[in-house]
């Protein structure tokens, strides 16, 4: 599978996801600049985090109509998939590719920290290798990670399956304690209708290796690229 | 000139800092009045802040030169070759004027300060460390600085994409008017792709880069030259306002411009801005440069030349490049958005020629400028000293309850979890960060190779204060300790000195002691001082600030897989003290926090045996015999047990017996140099006692981890406390204050 890491002026976390994709799981990656808009050679484009055009305005309120962004409509269209992490989230409801906004954090401060994740849905590509009700770990760090959506759209999300990851504790309870940021319903995740497009705050390429702290988030990938599907190791976790 | 100056006087240039002599100076040099705009240059330039003019002779005393040192004092930052083609750039610098006017901004260009002194260097920064202190924790004034630092710091790092991965914060009433924001940054660059600031190649042009410049932070580099009165509220308008995006753009861009060789020298447009650059890099290179002051990028109408040299406006850079490459360099700067005007040319002449539209505005010789006045002026021990070493601690009465007194140590804010200021730090980006802020040190890896790095900062007040050589000695011991407790070999030290004023006897004996101190301790540890930064002045209405030198220690490990971190991972595995019995309650946590007195002497110290401990503990993680490392820092052993407990995923509670001596208060809370716990699983005890007997070293079994108690027996007396109940102090006994 072919990656693309897209790099805007303020993004961070590019070489981070270079970095996992490259050495942990050995694909094909290069960077696409944010003025880029072919993405022809790609199957999969990655929307790091960090603060794209320093955030001004609205947390990826520009990234948002940015030519590459603006590209990824037909790239979605075609089949291709799109993983939006922390800004990358942020960047993808700001264009309109998926539902809902990110605003300040509920306590006003930004936060670094360990959490874990409620997996809602595992008919998605980004999480076919995951069983339902598993509890992944993946750290965040944002200030404007607090999803919010009308009850309309929400009801929506739900009733189509988008929501994908909740803030839960470690043995999977979605409770108020659990949410780092006031989310709506504790909601850390969402893919598109089409599913081809996820939206998370927490960071996958953070939890890549077990000497940064986990691997769960290596399984984001490991879905995508359907390589433990085989070998049945997800699958009986 | 259009607009009408100030006349040049004796009156104006003391109102700007300058002494009668000093003037006096300008006029030699000169052979004539110096113009306003020249006037404001001597001014910048010659203050305490740039100049070093009350300490440069007593910086002479430290040890600047190791084998593996690839640049000393002198540069933006200081570099050490760590192995593998690889060097690493660090430095530390205060923001604590600016920080006390105004929290938030003063804070954050610090930091952004610090990374540019870095990055100039062609290193990618990776790391940065914040060394705080604040007044009592109680007080709201001490919340709304502590919280205005601490977003100021999260701010600029996070938005700029630098993790924040240790630091300390440390709280006293000494720095009530005066708070101290210390911040280190180290970054990674090959070991032969430094740059420095130089302007050589006669005609070479000049280029400004980065962010426009406009009327903030004038005399910034004056204001952090004097003391504080009632009037300091007005010196708003000389903190500068920071834009962290557009300096994580610069940094993209010098590094990409550095990438493709045009480049002959870039430096950093920090104090006294491009008065500093135009006369810093030539008086380097034995040139002089002519600028059009016209050209430079302004973000403000109608600013003076004066205005423009002496800005201290963030994000900028000054560039000298190849002649004939001018095209490359706008290139990298247009992709990056950012201005790269061509502002001048290097000369052979020796002096800083400033133009506006062609009308010479200041002609002055480098040199003149780059070459301040140097003090070598009296110290003397303060009266006061004596008297207060002479306190003996064991006079007070015993604590009630031993348990009780435990308790309120750990939930004492220097010593409690700081979990409130770390979370708001981006502590991962660049997946690096193999142990996390609140450990003895900080490490992090070094992709492609399978080394890592591990860094930390010290600083004890308190100690220095009470003896000054004794207690800096004892700074660099255990920001050199804490590296090695997590399995580094230390290689560089960098040092922050904030003092009181210099031209106080007592605070000039404070600071030569101390300096000499860490000399002492860094000719000990054989490892080098690479630069670092010096903040006198800080004083308010005449109260000065804990005598301060905080030390950052970089050390390397050989082998990523090999560190140690300080909780206890397992229960049955035994306890070890390393290192001497020689402790004191002299300026412990716990006569401050217990007893509300700072007095009495501090333990001996003993490099050689330091140095001894430092290589034992450092062989011991190496050869993967301990399960833990942890140094004993404030409140002695007893807290080292306790943060042993509390501070992992799991909490696991210990059982040992310490020696009894004098009194147990004495043995459980004394605090003294090179002792560091460590614990060893049963499997390896029998390697681990061997490895011990080589090190030549004094060391015992105190006892085991385990169980949901902390249990610690010293002769007739016994603490045992429910480790979830010192667990719940120490998380909240700073983050109480901030709710």
């Known amino acids: ?237 | 000139m259009a607009e009408a100056e100030p006349k040049v006087t004796l009156d104006l240039a003391r109102g700007l800092g300058l002494t009668p002599p000093e003037y006096d100076r300008i006029i030699e040099r000169l052979g004539r009045e110096p113009s306003y705009t020249e006037l404001g240059l001597f001014s910048a330039l010659w203050s305490e802040h740039c100049a070093y003019k009350h300490s440069r002779v007593f910086l002479r005393r430290l040890p600047t030169s190791a084998p593996h040192l690839l640049q000393g004092p002198g540069e933006n930052a200081g570099a050490v070759d760590i192995g593998d083609g690889w060097a690493v750039v660090f430095k530390i610098e205060s923001h604590n004027h600016p920080s006390f006017i105004e929290p938030f901004q003063g804070a954050a260009t610090g930091v952004g300060g610090i990374l540019r002194d870095i990055f100039t260097m062609g290193a990618r920064p990776i790391a940065i460390l914040d060394s705080l202190r604040f007044g009592d924790p109680a007080d709201p004034r001490t919340r709304h600085l502590v919280n205005g630092v601490v977003s100021g710091i999260s701010w600029y790092g996070n938005c700029f994409g630098c993790p924040t991965v240790g630091g300390e914060i440390a709280f006293a009433p000494e720095y009530a008017g005066n708070p101290l924001v210390n911040v280190m940054c180290v970054g990674l660059v090959r070991a032969n792709g430094i740059f420095r600031a130089k302007a050589e190649g006669v005609g070479n042009p000049v280029f400004y880069v980065g962010n426009k410049t406009g009327r903030d932070g004038i005399h910034g580099a004056t204001m952090a030259s004097a003391t504080f009165d009632e009037e300091s509220e007005a010196k708003r308008p000389t903190v500068q306002v920071g834009d962290p995006f557009t300096e994580k753009l610069l940094l993209e861009a010098c590094l990409e411009v550095m990438q493709t060789g045009a480049v002959v020298g870039i430096q950093d447009m920090g104090a006294a801005g491009l008065a500093c650059c135009t006369s810093e890099m030539p008086a380097r290179s034995g040139t002089g440069m002519d600028v059009e002051i016209s050209r430079v990028p302004q973000r403000e109408t109608r600013m003076t030349p004066y205005e423009i040299l002496l800005s201290e406006s963030q994000e900028r850079m000054l560039l000298v490049a190849e002649r004939g490459r001018e095209d490359e360099v706008r290139r990298v700067f247009a992709k990056w958005e950012l201005d790269a005007v061509e502002i001048g040319r290097v000369t052979k002449d020796g002096r800083l020629t400033v133009r506006r539209h062609g009308e010479i505005v200041a002609e002055v010789p480098v040199d003149a400028l780059a070459d301040g006045p140097r003090y070598e002026k009296p110290t003397a021990p303060p009266a006061w000293l004596a008297d207060l070493q002479a306190f003996d601690p064991l006079s007070l009465p015993e604590p009630g309850d031993y348990g009780d007194a435990l308790v309120s140590l750990c939930a004492s804010p220097t010593i409690a979890s700081k979990e409130w200021a770390f979370r708001q730090y981006d502590q991962q980006v660049g997946v690096n960060t193999l142990v996390l802020p609140g450990s003895d040190a900080a490490v992090l890896r070094i992709k492609g190779t399978r080394r890592a790095i591990a860094v930390s900062t010290d600083g004890n007040g308190r100690q220095v204060l009470l003896d000054p050589r004794r207690g800096a000695a004892m700074a660099v011991c255990e920001a050199a300790r804490n590296v090695a407790c997590s399995g580094g070999r230390p290689l560089g030290v960098t040092d922050c000195m904030n003092f009181g004023s210099p031209e106080r006897p007592e605070i000039l004996w404070q600071f030569a002691e101390a300096i000499e101190g860490i000399a002492e301790a860094c000719r000990a540890l054989e490892v080098p001082v690479v630069g670092g930064n010096v903040s006198f002045y800080n004083e308010t209405l005449g109260q000065a600030v804990l005598p301060t030198p905080v030390i950052g220690v970089v050390g390397v490990l050989d082998d990523a897989r090999r560190l140690a971190t300080q909780s206890f991972k397992a229960p049955g595995h035994r306890i070890a003290l390393l290192g001497p019995d020689a402790v004191s309650l002299g300026g412990s946590e716990y006569l401050w926090a217990l007893h509300g007195r700072l007095a009495g002497r501090l333990a001996a110290l003993d490099l050689e045996m330091e140095r001894r401990v430092q290589s034992a503990v450092r062989s011991a993680v190496g050869a993967g015999l301990v399960t833990a490392a942890h140094d004993c820092a404030e409140g002695g052993v007893a807290v080292a047990l306790a943060e042993g407990a509390v501070t992992g995923a799991a909490r696991i509670g210990c059982d040992v017996s310490v020696p009894a001596g004098t009194r147990a208060d004495l043995a459980l809370f004394g605090e003294g140099p090179s002792r560091v716990l460590v614990t060893v699983e049963p499997a390896h005890e029998r390697e681990f006692e061997a490895l011990m007997a080589e090190s030549a070293i004094p060391w015992r079994f105190i006892g085991v981890t385990g169980g949901d108690h902390v249990v610690i027996r010293a002769g007739a007396r016994t603490v045992d406390v429910p480790a979830d109940r010192l667990a719940h102090a120490w998380r909240s006994g700073f983050e109480r204050h901030m709710a």
């Open chain 1, 1 to 237: 599978m072919r990656f693309g890491v897209v790099v805007f002026p303020g993004t961070w976390s590019d070489c981070d996801f270079h970095y996992v994709i490259s050495e942990v799981l050995h694909q094909p990656v290069k960077y696409v600049w944010h003025r880029d808009r072919n993405l022809a050679d790609l199957d999969c484009v990655i929307l790091p985090g960090g603060f794209s055009y320093g955030d001004y305005l609205r947390a990826g309120a520009v990234a948002g109509k940015s030519p590459v962004v603006e590209a990824l409509g037909e790239f979605v269209a075609r089949g291709g998939f799109v993983l939006g992490s922390c800004n990358g989230f942020q960047i993808l409801c700001e264009g309109g590719l998926l539902p809902g906004v990110l605003v300040r954090n509920e306590c006003l401060q930004y936060r670094c920290q360990s959490t874990n994740l409620l997996v809602e849905n595992v008919d998605t590509p980004f999480t076919r290798g995951l069983r339902p009700g598993q509890v992944l770990t993946m750290p965040i760090s944002h200030g404007e990670g607090k999803y919010f959506a009308e009850p309309e759209t929400l009801r929506a999300l739900k009733a189509r399956r988008q929501v994908v990851f909740r803030y839960a504790t470690a043995d999977g309870q979605v409770v108020r304690s659990a949410n780092p940021n006031g989310s709506v319903e504790n909601i850390a995740g969402v893919v598109s209708e089409s599913g081809n497009v996820l939206g998370l705050m927490p960071h996958p390429e953070r939890a890549s290796e077990s000497v940064m702290g986990g691997t769960d988030g290596l399984l984001l990938f490991q879905s995508l690229l359907g390589t433990l599907v085989e070998d049945g190791t997800f699958l009986k976790r």
